[in-house]
């Protein structure tokens, strides 16, 4: 998926349409300035916006996706080639956002040893010392919090019974007792406990 070609075939079909940059933007609810970003190839839609564009621009989201309006002969193999970008693009961002995970939980914690630290042999007044384990606390918690949204959303946890690959809800996965990213959750399937792996993708 070439930014660069999407942005460029956007354009044409604004223009096509007789539409403003300005004039695109208000009937899609966006600024001026994002339609430009897309049209210069720095930016790509949310998924969210894609099918209002591709309604105001007349065209297919598998043409948006290819860059280009498409033959009924091409329109197929485009299909698959984008379905597999969007998937890869899908677990790239996926991957950094459990990266971003652990980046949270480790921070959130050596913030929590600091002020901890620092309270047990910096800090003499009683005062200061409290005010420095709750700010330490409140960060752990907050951090902590943060990180297993970010597990929860990001990818799928796997069922070891029967396979079935879904997204908990966010109590189920902070109850649950785990072993780094595999914890013990009830299947909505199968509805059995079992230790459910998280994995990348849907399938």
């Given amino acids: ?44 839609p949310e998924s969210s916006l894609i099918l209002p ?20 002969e091409d329109y197929k193999k485009c299909a698959e080639e984008n379905l597999i970008i969007l998937k890869n693009r899908q677990e790239k961002s996926v991957k950094h956002m459990l990266a971003l995970e652990w ?25 200061w010392q409290i005010i420095l384990i709750i700010y330490g606390v409140t960060v752990l918690l907050i ?14 946890y796997e069922c070891k019974n029967c396979g079935h690959r879904y997204i908990p809800k966010y109590s189920s996965v902070f109850f649950a007792m785990h072993s780094g990213r ?10 059995k406990r079992t230790w459910n792996k998280k994995v990348i993708s849907e399938k």
Avoid: H
């Fill in 143 to 156: 951090g902590v919090g943060f990180a297993i949204r970010i597990e929860q959303i990001a990818g799928f």
């Fill in 103 to 127: 980046v949270i939980g480790i921070l959130s914690f050596f913030t929590y040893l600091v002020m901890l630290f620092s309270s047990v042999f910096l800090v003499k007044e009683v005062v």
């Fill in 1 to 44: 998926m070439d930014l660069k070609t999407i942005g460029n075939f956007i354009s044409e079909r604004r223009k096509y349409k007789k539409l403003t940059q300005l004039e695109l933007a208000n009937k899609i609810f966006v600024s001026e300035k994002t339609i430009s970003k897309w049209e210069c190839g720095k930016g790509f």
């Fill in 182 to 191: 595999t914890r013990y959750l009830k299947c909505p399937n199968c509805e």
């Fill in 53 to 72: 564009l591709c309604k105001e621009l007349d065209i297919s989201a598998n043409e948006l996706l290819s860059g280009k309006l498409l033959t009924t």
